[in-house]
Structures are given as structure tokens and as C-alpha cells.
């Protein structure tokens, strides 16, 4: 052996195995710790499982009677006698008169449900309709209702007049424009008359947990659920995603989780028990899991995913509630953080922009963020963008924990007039150009990974072809692929087929490699395998 043949042994020696080691470190870079033999989550969200969403699963309200009149519903009251709406003066805290031609926002009441006839009337300022008895006139003065502002509201079947009266069983009118009174003499007929209204229900979009359990009632909403948690997602389910090249699942909870098997009012337990199995099946077909605190104390965004019982976004308002939320957090860490199937815990999904401003939430996630390392120093911890007007760049700015930290974007063809009347060719033209430079820019960001947590086969056009769908959803996948933690499709089932993950796949609306390995993982194994057999064969 001469000499310069030697020094090429050694320099080649050193430069395979730098290869090597530079391989191994690429690999590690590219891929998401704990998913097997794949470098991205590639997930499908349980929606309207753990968390009810009436529009994923109509038929779960199917048996409440006067099924229009849940909590949250927005109501205009007009005096068939006056012909006038009945308003909150200032929006509430002030007397409640009926002295408006056009009805708007001060003549508009959100619902409380008490009882399939008993309703308190929230005004958009917060305050609720109060009346101390027979005689006595209308506010909108109280804060917190009890029996003073909770009213019966009749119906006439099949029409919009309503007749109002007091628990004690006097009848409000209207004789004036300036104020309702309760001292109707005796029980008012469906005629014109000072005590009838026409009640008008402006929006009616709210059906949680919150609408379900007030609606039925606590008994009957206990076998609603208990029959839905069972029957809703199984383990079949976790069988067939884990067949369709699905490896995580990115799981909606409410906060009453934390409190099974007896949550607070009016949620329901049992929950705890579902996401329980969950896990375990999961671990059965090698799934991981991701839990997502959907549902905050006091909502965070006012929508019935959070279970929000009239709209309002309550959860920034108090100290309380957030310390509360962390508490969920704890008891979601400490139960989970050592089992083989978890994958990550989501702190809040979709804080609003308008009602929780950045410093609570980047504060509230500083905090999550430390709670889920007491328990667990690898679990990803995942932070969701503000829905509405934010930049997501505000979370990668923001310092919320050393490791592990992924930012969760929600990319939707949908919910803006934006999209209103794209074509199938603009839709598409928007996820290669937009979507995917913004992706690009988070990808490149230092900091936290980045996850497309939801996204759907769906859009504002109507009339798509079988192959439109197909298109839609490979560029979508085409693009969202690239997102350095991975993805996750919004939702496994829906009563809406083109939201159905399982209806695409079985119908080939959507198509992708049930492989589970991405083309990523692809490349790094070959050329880990040839690093490998470069590095012996020249080494031994
Ligand atoms: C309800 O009204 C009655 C009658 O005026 C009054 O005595 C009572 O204090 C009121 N209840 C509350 C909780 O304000
Ligand atoms: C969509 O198109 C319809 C019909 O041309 C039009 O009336 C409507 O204003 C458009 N909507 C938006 C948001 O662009």
C-alpha cells in the first residue's frame, strides 16, 4: 500500500462517514419524532365527536322540542298592536322600550334556555330583561339572571306570535312606546292586542354541547350523548385510517373533560372514557394522537365548537378562566404524557383575533407550554393561529417554549366572501400561489414547525365534477405536504359527504399514496441506504 493511496483511504474514510452523519442529522431534521416510518403527521381531526357540532350530525337535535329556540338564538320582538320592535335602549343597561321601525342590533336578543318555554333575553351590551313582578316595567339592567329574568314564551303554532309572561303568570304588553309592562288583565288571545308580538328568529347557528344538553334536558342529553360518544367513532375507524395511510389524529375536547365523571352544568361526563379508548386503539394500529382543547371556559370565539352558549367570548375576559384552562391542561398532561400513542396537546384551537388580544394568549401559551414539560420533555406542544384578522408570523415571534413547539394554521376555501365566487381553476391557482408561498415563508421561519391542522375537500363551488374534487384536493395536498410538521383533514365523518374524510377516500374524491411513507422519507431512506453501503463497503 503506498502512501498516497493511504491518504486517499483516510480522506475518503472521513468524508463517507461526515456523509453519514450529515444523512442521519438531514433525517432527524425532516421527520416528526415518534411518527413511525413516515417524516410527517399526515392526520385526520375527530370533529363533532367529543365536542357536539350540530351541522357535522343534524340528527342529534332531531328530538328537542321547540328545536329553534336553543341558547344563543338571536331574536326581534315586534308589537302587532304598535307596530314597533321592541329595543334595549343603549344596547342594554337601561329600560326596554318598543319604539323602533327598523329592528338592529339594539333590537336584537340572544336566548338563554331554561326550559323548552322558559328563556332569559340577553341584550347585545350583555344585560338580560328583568321584571320584579306584576306592574312593575322592563329593564335590561341585570348581569347575572335568575328568576326575575327568566319569562315564558308561548307560541301560536304555526305562526310568529308569541305571548310573553312572568313566572308568576302575568302577561306583558305593550300600551306605549316607551316601556313593556307586565299588568295584561288575564290571559291574552292571538288576536291583535297589546300583549301579542311577533317574534322573529334572526339567527339560529349555535348547536353544541351547551344547545344539546339545555334542550333536551340533563337526563334524556345524557343517553343522547352516551349513545353518540359510543357509536359515533370506534375502533373500525382507527382500523381504517391507519389502512389509508393516515398516522395521527388530531382530537377535539371540551374543557369539562378535565372533571369526569361530573363536569359542571350543564356539560355531560363521559368523555374522558372516550378519549381513553381512543388511545388505546390508536396504540392498537400504531396511531398517534394529538389532543386539541377545542372548547375553553367561557369560549374563546364565541362559536358553538367551543361550546359557547349565546356567541359571546367570555374566556380573555377573566382571570379565572384561563388559569382554569391551564388546570385542563395539567390534568390532559399528566394523564397522557406517558403513553406510548401521544403525540402532541393542542392549547386552544381557534382563539378569535377580534375577542382575545396577542399578549393573554401569548401568555396563556407560555404557560401551557411549561405545563406539558412538568410532564413530558418531547411532547409537541401545539398553538393555534387567531382565526380572523391576525398574521400567524405573530406566533413564531412570540417565544412561547424551547422545543417542540408547532404552530397549527387552519387554511380554509371557505367562510370568506374572498372566495365567494372562485372557480374550481381560481380555487386551485389560490393554494399553489398564496397558500403555498405563505406556507413556504412559516416553513422557512425559525422557530416552531409548522402544522395545517384543518383543511377540507370542499369550496364555494357548486357545481364541481368528481374530477374538480380530485384536482382541489391534490393541490391541496401537493402544497400542505410541504408543511414541516404535516397536516390534518377537517373531519373523519360528516353529514355534509364532500367534509367526510372516509366518504373521499372510499369514493376517490381524494387521492393520496396509502403508503405511509411520504416522498420525503423516501428520498432519505435511499439515500441513507446508500450512505450505509458506501461507508461499509469501503470501511470493512
Ligand atoms: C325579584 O323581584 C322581587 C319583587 O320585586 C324582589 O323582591 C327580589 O329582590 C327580586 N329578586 C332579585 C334576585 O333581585
Ligand atoms: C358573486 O356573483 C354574483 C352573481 O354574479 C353577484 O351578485 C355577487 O355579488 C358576487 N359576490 C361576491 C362576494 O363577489
Known amino acids: 500500500m503506498n502512501c498516497t493511496f493511504h491518504m486517499e483511504f483516510v480522506f475518503q474514510k472521513w468524508v463517507l462517514a461526515f456523509f453519514f452523519s450529515f444523512c442521519l442529522l438531514f433525517s432527524a431534521a425532516l421527520s416528526v419524532e415518534g411518527i413511525k416510518g413516515n417524516s410527517k403527521v399526515r392526520a385526520v381531526n375527530l370533529g363533532g365527536w367529543l365536542v357536539i357540532e350540530g351541522w357535522i350530525k343534524p340528527s342529534l337535535f332531531d328530538g328537542i322540542l321547540n328545536g329553534d329556540m336553543l341558547d344563543g338564538t338571536e331574536v326581534q320582538f315586534k308589537s302587532v298592536t304598535l307596530q314597533k320592535y321592541v329595543s334595549a335602549e343603549n344596547g342594554g343597561g337601561s329600560n326596554v322600550s318598543v319604539s323602533r321601525d327598523i329592528p338592529s342590533s339594539w333590537e336584537t336578543f340572544r336566548l338563554w334556555r331554561v326550559s323548552e318555554k322558559e328563556f332569559q333575553l340577553r341584550s347585545t351590551q350583555g344585560q338580560f330583561w328583568t321584571c320584579e313582578g306584576q306592574g312593575s316595567s322592563v329593564s335590561a339592567t341585570t348581569d347575572a339572571p335568575a328568576t326575575n329574568e327568566t319569562f315564558n314564551i308561548e307560541r301560536l303554532y304555526n305562526s310568529s306570535r308569541v305571548h310573553i309572561k312572568l313566572q308568576s303568570g302575568i302577561y306583558l304588553q305593550a300600551l306605549t312606546e316607551s316601556q313593556i309592562t307586565a299588568d295584561y288583565?288575564?290571559?291574552?288571545?292571538?288576536?291583535?292586542?297589546?300583549?301579542?308580538?311577533?317574534?322573529?328568529?334572526?339567527?339560529?347557528?349555535?348547536?353544541?354541547?351547551?344547545?344539546?344538553?339545555n334542550g333536551y334536558g340533563h337526563a334524556k342529553a345524557k343517553e343522547v350523548l352516551e349513545e353518540?360518544?359510543?357509536?359515533?367513532?370506534?375502533?373500525?375507524?382507527?382500523?381504517?385510517?391507519?389502512?389509508?395511510?393516515?398516522?395521527?389524529?388530531?382530537?377535539?375536547?371540551?374543557?369539562?373533560?378535565?372533571?369526569?365523571?361530573?363536569?359542571?352544568?350543564?356539560?355531560?361526563?363521559?368523555?374522558?372514557?372516550?378519549?381513553?379508548?381512543?388511545?388505546?386503539?390508536?396504540?392498537?394500529?400504531?396511531?398517534?394522537?394529538?389532543?386539541?382543547?377545542?372548547?375553553?371556559p367561557g369560549s374563546q370565539n364565541g362559536m358553538e365548537h367551543s361550546a359557547s352558549r349565546d356567541g359571546s367570548v367570555d374566556w380573555p375576559k377573566s382571570q379565572d378562566n384561563i388559569d382554569k384552562t391551564v388546570d385542563v391542561i395539567d390534568f390532559l398532561a399528566s394523564r397522557y404524557a406517558d403513553h406510548p400513542a401521544l403525540l402532541g396537546i393542542e392549547l386552544l384551537?381557534?382563539?378569535?383575533?377580534?375577542?382575545?388580544?396577542?399578549?393573554?394568549?401569548?401568555?396563556?401559551?407560555?404557560?401551557?407550554?411549561?405545563?406539558?414539560?412538568k410532564y413530558s420533555p418531547t411532547a409537541y406542544v401545539i398553538v393555534c393561529q387567531r382565526i380572523g384578522n391576525a398574521d400567524p408570523l405573530e406566533l413564531y415571534q412570540a417565544n412561547i417554549g424551547f422545543s417542540n413547539v408547532v404552530v397549527d394554521l387552519h387554511y380554509y376555501n371557505l367562510f370568506d366572501t374572498f372566495f365567494v365566487n372562485m372557480s374550481s381553476a381560481q380555487n386551485i391557482d389560490y393554494i399553489y400561489k398564496s397558500r403555498?408561498?405563505?406556507?413556504?415563508?412559516?416553513?422557512?421561519?425559525?422557530?416552531?414547525?409548522?402544522?395545517?391542522?384543518?383543511?377540507?375537500?370542499?369550496?364555494?363551488?357548486?357545481?364541481?365534477?368528481?374530477?374538480?374534487?380530485?384536482?382541489?384536493?391534490k393541490a391541496q395536498l401537493d402544497v400542505y405536504n410541504a408543511a414541516s410538521f404535516g397536516w390534518a383533514y377537517w373531519t373523519i365523518k360528516n353529514d355534509?359527504?364532500?367534509?367526510?374524510?372516509?366518504?373521499?377516500?372510499?369514493?376517490?374524491?381524494?387521492?393520496?399514496?396509502?403508503?405511509?411513507?411520504?416522498?420525503?422519507?423516501?428520498?432519505?431512506?435511499?439515500?441513507?441506504?446508500?450512505?450505509?453501503?458506501?461507508?461499509?463497503?469501503?470501511?470493512?
Open 496 to 540: 355534509r359527504k364532500h367534509w367526510d374524510f372516509e366518504w373521499n377516500i372510499k369514493n376517490n374524491y381524494l387521492q393520496f399514496s396509502s403508503s405511509p411513507r411520504s416522498y420525503d422519507s423516501d428520498v432519505i431512506f435511499f439515500l441513507l441506504l446508500t450512505c450505509s453501503y458506501l461507508f461499509l463497503h469501503h470501511i470493512l
Open 185 to 213: 288583565q288575564g290571559t291574552p288571545g292571538w288576536d291583535d292586542n297589546a300583549a301579542t308580538f311577533e317574534m322573529t328568529i334572526v339567527l339560529n347557528n349555535l348547536n353544541g354541547d351547551f344547545q344539546l344538553v
Open 349 to 373: 384551537n381557534e382563539p378569535s383575533a377580534a375577542g382575545v388580544p396577542l399578549d393573554i394568549l401569548v401568555s396563556y401559551y407560555q404557560n401551557g407550554y411549561e405545563t406539558v414539560r
Open 436 to 473: 403555498e408561498a405563505q406556507l413556504q415563508q412559516l416553513n422557512n421561519a425559525s422557530g416552531p414547525l409548522l402544522f395545517i391542522g384543518e383543511w377540507v375537500n370542499e369550496w364555494n363551488v357548486t357545481s364541481g365534477s368528481e374530477q374538480d374534487y380530485q384536482s382541489f384536493g
Open 228 to 296: 353518540h360518544r359510543n357509536s359515533f367513532i370506534t375502533r373500525d375507524d382507527f382500523y381504517f385510517i391507519s389502512t389509508h395511510g393516515i398516522n395521527a389524529v388530531r382530537i377535539p375536547v371540551g374543557w369539562w373533560i378535565a372533571f369526569d365523571p361530573d363536569p359542571p352544568a350543564p356539560f355531560i361526563g363521559g368523555s374522558l372514557a372516550a378519549l381513553d379508548n381512543a388511545f388505546s386503539w390508536a396504540h392498537t394500529y400504531n396511531i398517534k394522537c394529538i389532543i386539541d382543547l377545542h372548547a375553553a
